[in-house]
């Protein structure tokens, strides 16, 4: 099957969001572990990244039928 290169880059894109996004929550919870962040505020952030990445997830499953 071919890819179109715009369709492929979509898909590298999206791949590395998620994977950032991921990222950005292993790093709050290090902040949060380490006492360096306010617990409210790291919990908020968290939720922030939980609607992110399901918003990247559901975009990835719209790509992969285009």
């Known amino acids: 099957m071919r890819v179109r290169g715009s369709v ?8 590395t969001a998620f994977k950032a996004t ?6 709050v919870d290090l902040a949060t572990a380490g ?7 790291a919990e908020a952030g968290r939720e922030l990244l939980r609607r992110i990445a399901a918003m990247l997830t ?9």
């Open 8 to 15: 492929k880059g979509k898909k590298v894109g999206g791949e």
């Open 22 to 27: 991921i990222q950005s929550a292993s790093l």
């Open 35 to 41: 006492g360096v962040a306010d617990v409210a505020r």
């Open 58 to 66: 559901a975009l990835s499953k719209v790509a992969a039928h285009a």
